[in-house]
């Protein structure tokens, strides 16, 4: 053997003692294990590290398979020692013709290429995979979770059954291999007669859950089923219940969310197991109030709705100082109070900020946490790029929902970005497909950009699945002033609102005042104004029911008369201005009275300042409302130069003025003989 080379000496002695073949059978048994594994033991409800330990068992064992081999042998009598090698036997085997020599390494080559391929592959995606699981959205199990019933038959036990309905969705949103319908979308189907094959169809998902709750004393039942939404087939159902604790209540909505993914054969991340499992507090008064307030948060941006929303939450701390997700909410519900000038003081934008604090310090990784302090840094401070990066934290820890994509839509929009924002739109809208508040945006921001088909579509999608949206009412009727100049059509979208007794004069009056105006119609816009009980007052501009009847007088040329509502909401506006010297819109109102009143320094004076203030760069909408009412009081003191300027500026970007608005409306008589206007309203 002298004369043949080591490397074949080893050879020949790997396949005298069945090396090769050892190799070829666990490589390819392994592969088919760890295929196995990844796909079956997720659907038995069991964590992710079972399939890790199975992946490192056979990893491990590889070598060590390979050794015993080497080492032993199966013979008739049993297992033994593997004896030496006789020297001409070695010589034999190395002699053999590469046909019979090479196609045991061959196959042992394969089967440990396969083997290797499935491990590698297996720890590739996983330190690869997002914790949202799937990186294509249409892979995920879809599932509606419809209104609990009341099984009490007391009405006391609705919002804890309403509120258990709002948990379970949060905790299967969690779940980045479920698709889940949000709140909004399903709340329509509380009293439905629908069957769930309709349900399932009308929301695009595969499975519908539902559930009841019975209360009596201080113990819970709750029943829960899971139903095919095409074969109308229940493919899992169970009863929980005992006493009335939080640790209960979690722990059954843990277990749900487990079973429901297991018969969904989706798969439950260990990291998503664990939040899912936690308990953010042990007090059931601090639960129910969160509950209630999370309920009132849901419902609207009304003042009232904002108020008791913050109540709860303020209860849910008291009662435990360690509750994360209550601290958050009154984060969130603070900085809405601000938004929507309800609150505007100082100290509410640092309550807002230590809530948000306090909610991560006590929960780093608490989605909601991220939530408040996205709209901490957008709602107070204006701080796009700090917020949207909160939004970036949220999504890596928990799949989108229509809520996220609105929030990273509506920070867009006030960005400048309105074509980005509008697709952040969409997609929310397609993420929840019933929601109206996701259609309306969509319909507002299709809007902005003057694509007014779109827009309407959008908003009648809105108003279908909520009739009594005044919004949308409003915007349509918008909408249809600046897509062709109609008034006529405009009113009827407002008037078929107040027939349906859903309008709210004090904010959306503005709307029809505006639309009397443009059609040249001062009598009616006297007595919309007459009508107002307040001042308009909202994000965009404040107005005083004087100075819009200053606007009337003076269209129907009643010089005094206008002179004396102007000065009235100059002193009113005076006044506010003292106040708050800070806020841009008393300075843009307090310009147009002065206009109003032939007040030219003075007019100039308080718009530039108001442009100031809150100038596009810092925020787009609401700054380009001060360019527009700079522009404005510009044309009413003969400042025409700037004042065409400006309206070229505003038909330059998305916003709400078109040209089809600016030919009829008698607001710009004044700019009509310069040129420049003329060929700036051409067709």
């Given at each position: 053997?002298?004369?043949?080379?080591?490397?074949?000496r080893?050879?020949?002695?790997?396949?005298?003692?069945?090396?090769?073949?050892?190799?070829?059978?666990?490589?390819?048994?392994?592969?088919?294990?760890?295929e196995?594994?990844?796909?079956?033991?997720?659907r038995?409800?069991?964590?992710?590290?079972?399939?890790?330990?199975?992946v490192?068992?056979?990893v491990?064992?590889?070598?060590?398979?390979?050794?015993l081999?080497?080492?032993?042998?199966?013979?008739?009598?049993?297992?033994?020692?593997?004896?030496?090698?006789?020297?001409?036997?070695?010589?034999?085997?190395?002699?053999?013709?590469a046909?019979?020599?090479?196609?045991?390494?061959?196959?042992?080559?394969?089967?440990?290429?396969?083997?290797?391929?499935?491990?590698?592959?297996?720890?590739?995606?996983?330190?690869?995979?997002?914790?949202?699981?799937?990186?294509?959205?249409?892979?995920r199990?879809?599932?509606?979770?419809?209104?609990?019933?009341?099984?009490?038959?007391?009405?006391?036990?609705?919002?804890?059954?309403?509120?258990?309905?709002?948990?379970?969705?949060?905790?299967?949103?969690?779940?980045?291999s479920?698709?889940?319908?949000?709140?909004?979308?399903?709340?329509?189907?509380r009293?439905?007669?629908?069957?769930?094959?309709?349900i399932?169809?009308?929301?695009?998902?595969?499975?519908?859950?539902?559930?009841?709750?019975?209360?009596?004393?201080?113990q819970?039942?709750?029943?829960?089923?899971?139903?095919?939404?095409?074969?109308?087939?229940?493919?899992?159902?169970?009863?929980?219940?005992?006493?009335?604790?939080?640790?209960?209540?979690?722990?059954?909505?843990?277990e749900i969310?487990?079973?429901?993914?297991?018969?969904?054969?989706?798969?439950?991340?260990?990291?998503?197991?664990?939040?899912?499992?936690?308990?953010?507090?042990?007090?059931?008064?601090?639960?129910?109030?969160?509950?209630?307030?999370?309920?009132?948060?849901?419902?609207?941006?009304?003042?009232?709705?904002?108020?008791?929303?913050?109540?709860?939450?303020?209860?849910?701390?008291?009662?435990?100082?360690?509750?994360?997700?209550?601290?958050?909410?009154?984060?969130?519900?603070?900085?809405?109070?601000?938004?929507?000038?309800?609150?505007?003081?100082?100290?509410?934008?640092?309550?807002?900020?230590?809530?948000?604090?306090?909610?991560?310090?006590?929960?780093?990784?608490l989605?909601?946490?991220?939530?408040?302090m996205?709209?901490?840094?957008y709602?107070?401070?204006?701080?796009?790029?700090?917020?949207?990066?909160?939004?970036?934290?949220?999504?890596?820890?928990?799949?989108?929902?229509?809520?996220?994509?609105?929030?990273?839509?509506?920070?867009?929009?006030r960005?400048?970005?309105?074509?980005?924002a509008?697709?952040?739109?969409?997609r929310?809208?397609?993420?929840?497909?019933?929601?109206?508040?996701?259609?309306?945006?969509?319909?507002?921001?299709?809007?902005?950009?003057?694509?007014?088909?779109?827009?309407?579509?959008?908003?009648?999608?809105?108003?279908?699945?909520?009739?009594?949206?005044?919004?949308?009412?409003?915007?349509?009727?918008?909408?249809?002033?600046?897509?062709?100049?109609?008034?006529?059509?405009?009113?009827?979208?407002?008037?078929?609102?107040?027939?349906?007794?859903?309008?709210?004069?004090?904010?959306?009056?503005?709307?029809?005042?505006?639309?009397?105006?443009?059609?040249?119609?001062?009598?009616?816009?006297?007595?919309?104004?007459?009508?107002?009980?307040?001042?308009?007052?909202?994000?965009?501009?404040?107005?005083?029911?004087?100075?819009?009847?200053?606007?009337?007088?003076?269209?129907?040329?009643?010089?005094?008369?206008?002179?004396?509502?102007?000065?009235?909401?100059?002193?009113?506006?005076?006044?506010a201005?003292?106040?708050?010297?800070a806020?841009?819109?008393?300075?843009?109102?307090?310009?147009?009275?002065?206009?109003?009143?032939?007040?030219?320094?003075?007019?100039?004076?308080?718009?530039?300042?108001?442009m100031?203030?809150?100038?596009?760069?810092?925020?787009?909408?609401?700054?380009?409302?001060?360019?527009?009412?700079?522009?404005?009081?510009?044309?009413?003191?003969?400042?025409?130069?700037?004042?065409?300027?400006?309206l070229?500026?505003?038909?330059?970007?998305?916003?709400?003025?078109?040209?089809?608005?600016?030919?009829?409306?008698?607001?710009?008589?004044?700019?009509?003989?310069?040129?420049?206007?003329?060929?700036?309203?051409?067709?």
């Open positions: 053997m002298s004369d043949t080379p080591a490397y074949q080893l050879f020949a002695d790997m396949k005298r003692r069945r090396v090769f073949r050892v190799m070829a059978v666990y490589g390819a048994v392994s592969f088919a294990v760890i196995a594994a990844d796909v079956i033991l997720p038995m409800s069991l964590p992710d590290w079972t399939v890790t330990f199975v490192w068992l056979l491990l064992g590889f070598p060590l398979t390979i050794v081999a080497w080492a032993f042998e199966r013979t008739p009598t049993g297992v033994r020692r593997t004896g030496e090698a006789d020297t001409r036997e070695l010589e034999d085997i190395a002699a053999q013709p046909g019979k020599r090479w196609p045991a390494g061959l196959m042992a080559l394969g089967g440990t290429a396969l083997f290797l391929a499935a491990a590698a592959g297996w720890f590739t995606g996983r330190q690869t995979a997002p914790r949202t699981a799937d990186a294509d959205p249409d892979t199990r879809s599932i509606a979770v419809l209104p609990f019933h009341n099984l009490s038959g007391d009405n006391e036990a609705q919002p804890l059954t309403d509120g258990l309905h709002d948990d379970l969705l949060t905790q299967l949103s969690k779940i980045g479920l698709k889940v319908i949000s709140r909004t979308s399903v709340l329509e189907y009293d439905t007669d629908k069957n769930v094959r309709e399932a169809r009308e929301l695009g998902v595969e499975s519908v859950l539902e559930g009841g709750v019975q209360l009596a004393g201080e819970f039942r709750l029943n829960v089923q899971l139903i095919d939404g095409g074969t109308d087939e229940h493919l899992w159902a169970e009863q929980y219940g005992g006493e009335l604790t939080v640790g209960n209540i979690f722990d059954t909505q843990a969310a487990r079973q429901i993914t297991a018969a969904l054969e989706a798969r439950l991340r260990p990291e998503e197991q664990a939040d899912i499992a936690r308990r953010p507090t042990e007090d059931v008064e601090a639960y129910e109030a969160y509950l209630r307030g999370f309920s009132f948060w849901q419902s609207g941006y009304s003042e009232s709705n904002l108020r008791s929303a913050g109540g709860m939450a303020a209860l849910a701390v008291e009662r435990d100082s360690t509750f994360a997700e209550a601290w958050a909410l009154k984060s969130l519900i603070s900085g809405e109070l601000f938004w929507f000038y309800y609150d505007r003081s100082d100290s509410i934008r640092e309550v807002a900020l230590e809530e948000a604090r306090r909610a991560l310090e006590l929960e780093p990784d989605a909601l946490g991220h939530q408040a996205a709209a901490y840094h709602r107070f401070h204006l701080d796009y790029d700090r917020a949207l990066e909160s939004v970036d934290r949220i999504l890596e820890l928990q799949p989108t929902t229509a809520e996220i994509e609105g929030l990273r839509a509506a920070i867009l929009r960005k400048g970005d309105t074509e980005a509008l697709e952040h739109f969409k929310g809208a397609m993420v929840d497909p019933r929601n109206y508040t996701s259609m309306t945006e969509v319909g507002e921001t299709a809007y902005l950009l003057r694509r007014h088909d779109e827009a309407q579509e959008w908003l009648i999608r809105g108003l279908n699945l909520k009739p009594d949206a005044v919004v949308a009412y409003t915007y349509l009727a918008a909408n249809r002033l600046r897509a062709d100049g109609d008034t006529a059509g405009a009113r009827d979208w407002l008037e078929q609102a107040r027939t349906a007794g859903i309008y709210v004069a004090e904010q959306d009056m503005f709307t029809l005042i505006d639309v009397a105006l443009a059609a040249n119609q001062p009598d009616r816009a006297i007595a919309e104004s007459e009508l107002l009980t307040g001042p308009i007052d909202n994000q965009f501009f404040y107005m005083p029911p004087s100075l819009a009847r200053g606007f009337a007088w003076r269209l129907k040329d009643d010089l005094g008369r206008a002179a004396a509502a102007f000065d009235s909401a100059r002193i009113e506006l005076e006044d201005v003292k106040a708050n010297p806020e841009p819109r008393l300075r843009s109102a307090l310009g147009l009275a002065h206009a109003g009143l032939g007040h030219k320094l003075d007019a100039l004076r308080e718009g530039r300042e108001g100031r203030l809150m100038p596009p760069e810092k925020e787009a909408w609401r700054g380009n409302w001060r360019v527009f009412q700079l522009a404005r009081i510009e044309a009413m003191v003969g400042e025409t130069d700037a004042a065409i300027e400006n070229q500026y505003l038909l330059s970007i998305p916003f709400d003025l078109t040209v089809a608005e600016l030919r009829i409306d008698p607001a710009w008589d004044s700019l009509r003989s310069d040129p420049r206007f003329e060929t700036l309203v051409e067709p």
